[in-house]
């Protein structure tokens, strides 16, 4: 390169004409007035201030020149809009200019730094807000723009006017660094520069803030440890101060910090009632996901507040906070119960809100709404939803318990004439009608427990046959045996209850994960195959290479398998999920399983001689993922050798890893299982999957996954997902399979009472002797390889 195309720069900021203390101006002569000109939102303005120096600048242009704020090639200050940022300046001092005065190389078209000659300087946008009319038109004087960047030492500062109020509708560019990374003082801040700047910022103070972050030396990423670890962005959602929380977001600050608490700016101002500092966040790209100590989401306080478009615009971003439990069993339904917002409830009602949840006391929203509300129409569209009047909760009450305690009248009407038995008793042996504190309530719960009780003689003197029938109609009463077996385990509590004092409860240790065999330790070191994406969709096998080895996208939206996967499931299909090592974020649709239960269900005594089994205290829609079948793993050979069967699960993992020629890591089926036989049992170790029963026509499947915590194609988790709507109270069932019957067939028979069952009494001896048949033609031994009497995946 000639060397006639290097700029020649002199730089001028720190002329020695220019240092304080060197004005020649006349005493006793008129003052000068500041000739400086400022490049504002493309405007230019000119100074009216008494100038300081020869050069006619007043102390605040004089600063900013020292600061090299100024134009070099047109004397222009850059004070607001668009310039080229130079940091090759000494003591972390940046230069500034604009785009069309920087020298530029002919032959190659490199820009240099006008200030000190350096290649390279780059564009930046300084910060600039939506301002009112008045603030932009021509009689805007740059007195008062002086004015409001000096730094008062009064902690009593005027607050911001309404026109610093008004904001940009969008969050500026983050790829600028802004006004706070280019025009910010290369000095150390004051010692209580830090704490001036966290008072004017949780005062909702605007200016004073900007001011401070301006021109003290304060870092806007500092965290304050006397103020719970929390950053400005926390303080912004004390306050509800939305300009300063842009200009923060802007400079780049984490709006997913944590304090000691661990909450998030987002869940901080949703719990003091910022909306609108909340409504900026989560357009930012906050994380909604994250929860404090207590399991609370910004769902459930924005229940709290009735946020009703708040909440159907996050929800829309996380679908999954819906029905999200926090540790007491809370969902943001049962916080908007609680609080009084009958409309919020409703709305989330109307949203797919699941209306049979119950929290760790058992207490369902119908619990929540009749001790809450005393709206009849609220109680009826509970009910209409499948609700049970007369569920109780730990401590016996039903809902008309609390209603009648509460004094909620029509509520109390609305559930007698729904079914609500008003001489239930609890734990304290008390009725709804001795917890009845108003006596013209207490009068008609009284006649309503009359009517009752006249309707069950009136029952009872009918005709025996009849009698006879409709006593084998009526639902068993049941008792709590346990109200939790997984003992808090699990998100969801999974209570026991029986209609039969005498049958013992079952003995067993609940344990999530699988307890592994010496024999059959699960290969951790293999090589697990991850994700980059990092906008966390992993929804696509084109984009995400979890989805890729799953052959096809497996969850949707709502956690729930898609009808792509159920219409091409096979008993060889497995989904992988991304794993802690994928770069996607947490809440990405595809970690469904690793996330627990979503449901709520519960074990119960079958009235049919099936013994224990489980069944849905809601309704779980098709492909709802329902529980892992986990126990101990165990050879074949150890599984032949144990006394009691009836809990054994077949693994046969016929999965294989080969390179595809794109050099991807994929799946296939191989003819034989690549490792020794092996099982799980149940039957001191495991889930709630171990009471699942069969059936003919079952509405649940098995399918193979790895939930992100290795990725051993022997060992898959055995999770069971719904292949058809499940409504409250129906047991949750699936096919245990031929070959468990071809074993149990001599020794007992179906009992599904379905009009397609295979394996009743009846057919069963016809189906033995077809069997023997086929073994004995085949010539090969009864058993085969296989493990007695456990049940097929397959």
Not at 52 to 58: G, I, R, S, T
Not at 501 to 518: A, G, N, Q
Not at 715 to 739: M, N, Q, R
């Amino acid at each position: 390169m000639d060397t006639a195309d290097f700029p020649l720069c002199t730089c001028l900021c720190w002329h020695p004409q220019l240092l304080p203390g060197k004005s020649s101006v006349a005493a006793g002569a008129e003052p000068a007035i500041c000739l400086a000109a400022v490049c504002q939102l493309d405007q230019l303005l000119t100074c009216q201030e008494a100038a300081a120096a020869p050069a006619l600048l007043c102390r605040e242009h004089l600063a900013a020149w020292r600061q090299h704020l100024v134009c070099p090639a047109c004397g222009q200050f850059c004070h607001t809009g668009r310039f080229y940022l130079c940091q090759a300046g000494s003591n972390g001092v940046s230069h500034l200019c604009h785009l069309e005065c920087a020298p530029r190389c002919e032959s190659t078209q490199q820009v240099f730094c006008p200030h000190c000659g350096q290649e390279g300087p780059t564009p930046c946008q300084v910060v600039q807000f939506k301002a009112s009319g008045s603030e932009q038109s021509e009689a805007v004087r740059s007195t008062e723009l002086n004015n409001s960047s000096r730094v008062s030492a009064d902690d009593n500062d005027d607050q911001s006017s309404d026109g610093e109020q008004q904001l940009a509708d969008q969050v500026l560019d983050g790829s600028h660094a802004g006004l706070l990374a280019s025009a910010m003082p290369a000095r150390r801040p004051p010692p209580d520069a830090a704490e001036r700047l966290w008072r004017a910022a949780s005062a909702g103070n605007f200016r004073k803030a900007t001011r401070l972050l301006l021109h003290s030396g304060a870092s806007p990423h500092q965290r304050y440890p006397k103020r719970k670890g929390r950053c400005l962005l926390h303080a912004c959602a004390l306050s509800d101060c939305v300009p300063l929380a842009q200009l923060l977001l802007a400079a780049r600050v984490d709006a997913d910090c944590l304090d000691y608490s661990r909450r998030s700016p987002l869940l901080l101002a949703t719990r003091k009632g910022s909306q609108s500092v909340a409504r900026l966040l989560l357009s930012a790209g906050a994380d909604a996901n994250a929860a404090d100590l207590g399991g609370h989401t910004p769902a459930h306080m924005a229940a709290v507040h009735g946020w009703c478009s708040f909440l159907r615009s996050l929800f829309d971003a996380w679908p999954g906070l819906l029905d999200r439990p926090d540790l007491g069993g809370w969902t943001p339904a049962m916080c908007a119960a609680e609080s009084g917002q009958a409309d919020c409830l409703v709305r989330l009602l109307d949203w797919g809100a699941s209306p049979h949840r119950v929290d760790r006391d058992g207490r369902s929203l119908l619990h929540l709404a009749a001790l809450r509300f005393d709206k009849p129409g609220l109680v009826t569209a509970l009910l209409a939803k499948g609700c049970n009047p007369n569920q109780p909760d730990l401590s016996g009450d039903t809902a008309l318990h609390l209603a009648c305690a509460h004094g909620h009248h029509r509520a109390a009407f609305a559930l007698c004439l729904a079914g609500a038995d008003p001489t239930a008793v609890n734990k304290k042996r008390e009725t709804p009608v001795e917890l009845c504190r108003d006596l013209q309530l207490r009068q008609r719960m009284e006649a309503a427990a009359a009517a009752a009780a006249a309707a069950a003689v009136a029952g009872a003197s009918g005709s025996p046959a009849n009698g006879a029938a409709e006593a084998d109609n009526l639902p068993t009463p049941e008792t709590l045996l346990h109200r939790d077996l997984s003992r808090g385990t699990e998100a969801l509590p999974l209570p026991l209850y029986s209609h039969n004092p005498d049958v013992e409860p079952p003995e067993f240790f609940y344990c999530k994960e699988l307890r592994e065999s010496p024999h059959l330790p699960v290969d951790r070191s293999a090589t697990i195959v991850t994700c980059d994406c990092r906008d966390g969709r992993c929804d696509s096998a084109d984009g995400c290479h979890c989805v890729r080895m799953s052959k096809c996208a497996a969850y949707d939206s709502a956690g729930c398998l898609t009808e792509d996967f159920l219409d091409c499931h096979s008993s060889e299909a497995c989904i992988f999920e991304c794993s802690p090592l994928c770069s996607c974020w947490a809440n990405c649709k595809n970690r469904v399983v690793q996330r627990g239960v979503r449901f709520n269900c519960s074990v119960f005594l079958t009235d049919n001689g099936r013994g224990w089994g489980l069944r849905a205290r809601e309704f779980i829609p098709t492909g709802g993922y329902v529980c892992t079948y986990s126990g101990e793993l165990i050879t074949d050979t150890e599984a032949d050798s144990r006394a009691d069967d009836s809990y054994l699960f077949d693994v046969e993992s016929h999965l294989q890893t080969t390179t595809s020629e794109a050099g991807d890591r994929v799946v296939v089926l191989v003819g034989g299982a690549p490792a020794p036989g092996a099982c799980i049992d149940a039957l001191r170790i495991g889930t709630g999957a171990r009471f699942i029963n069969h059936a003919c026509e079952p509405n649940m499947r098995p399918v193979r996954v790895f939930p992100g915590s290795h990725q051993d194609l022997r060992y898959p988790s055995l999770c069971f997902f719904t292949c058809a709507p499940v409504a409250p109270g129906e047991e949750l069932c699936f096919d245990y399979g031929e070959g468990y019957w071809r074993v149990k067939g001599r020794q007992m028979a179906c009992r599904c009472r379905s009009e397609a069952c295979r394996y009743s009494a009846e057919k069963m001896p016809e189906l033995l002797a077809r069997w023997t048949r086929e073994e004995d033609h085949a010539m090969a031994p009864a058993e085969n390889g296989a493990n007695g009497s456990s049940v097929s995946s397959v």
